[in-house]
Structures are given as structure tokens and as C-alpha cells.
């Protein structure tokens, strides 16, 4: 059964970076493209960022210039480093896979930015 495991969030100030990582079991990560989703409180859960092979690469306007997606293959493994946070990229990060029917969510990992 495929699991994802999200973590990396926690509280930092405008201006400042995380890292999410995202693991996912199943020995599956390689077949599809990955995607992180943000979902702000009360608020729909939007993708912001995919990767998939060959380094196809998408970013949503909204974090497009501050954020940067890789993955690591050999350890089935997506990140997303977020520099230059600001308020309104606050919210639970999910990752999951794109263009078909999502695997069972994680947990997310919250992500808080005081002004």
C-alpha cells in the first residue's frame, strides 16, 4: 500500500526558507509525477509545484521564483525549498501524485509565517 509522509514545516518569519521533504512508499515514486498542494485554513487545497522525469517542472505564479522542487529518485523522496516566505504561504503542504487519481493522503506538514 502506498504511504506518504510529509515533514519540514514549522514556524518561520517573513522572509524565511524551509524545506519540505516528502517520502513516498510502495517502490512506485519513479511512474508518475509528484506535485505539493497547499492548503490554507478554510481554503481548497491547490497544487503549487510539480516534478516529474525527465525534469519536468511546474510552478503555480504564486511561488514561482521562490520556490524550488527536486527529487531524489533512489530514495523515492520529493522536496520543496521555500525561500522568501511570506504570509500567504501559510497553510498544509501535501505532496501526491499528479494527473491521476491521488494515492492516499498524508498528513501534510503545516506551515506558519508571521509578518
Known amino acids: 500500500q502506498v504511504q506518504i509522509v510529509e515533514s519540514g514545516g514549522g514556524v518561520v518569519q517573513s522572509g524565511g526558507s524551509l524545506r519540505l521533504s516528502c517520502v513516498v512508499s510502495g517502490d512506485i515514486f519513479g511512474y508518475y509525477v509528484w506535485g505539493w498542494y497547499r492548503q490554507p485554513v478554510g481554503k481548497q487545497r491547490d497544487l503549487v509545484a510539480r516534478?516529474?522525469?525527465?525534469?519536468?517542472?511546474w510552478y503555480s505564479d504564486a511561488v514561482k521564483g521562490r520556490f524550488t522542487v527536486s527529487e531524489d529518485y533512489r530514495k523515492s523522496t520529493a522536496f520543496l525549498q521555500m525561500d522568501n516566505l511570506q504570509p500567504e504561504d501559510a497553510g498544509v503542504y501535501y505532496c501526491n501524485a499528479v494527473d491521476r487519481e491521488p494515492f492516499p493522503w498524508g498528513q501534510g506538514t503545516q506551515v506558519t509565517v508571521s509578518p
Open positions: 516534478i516529474g522525469y525527465p525534469g519536468i517542472i
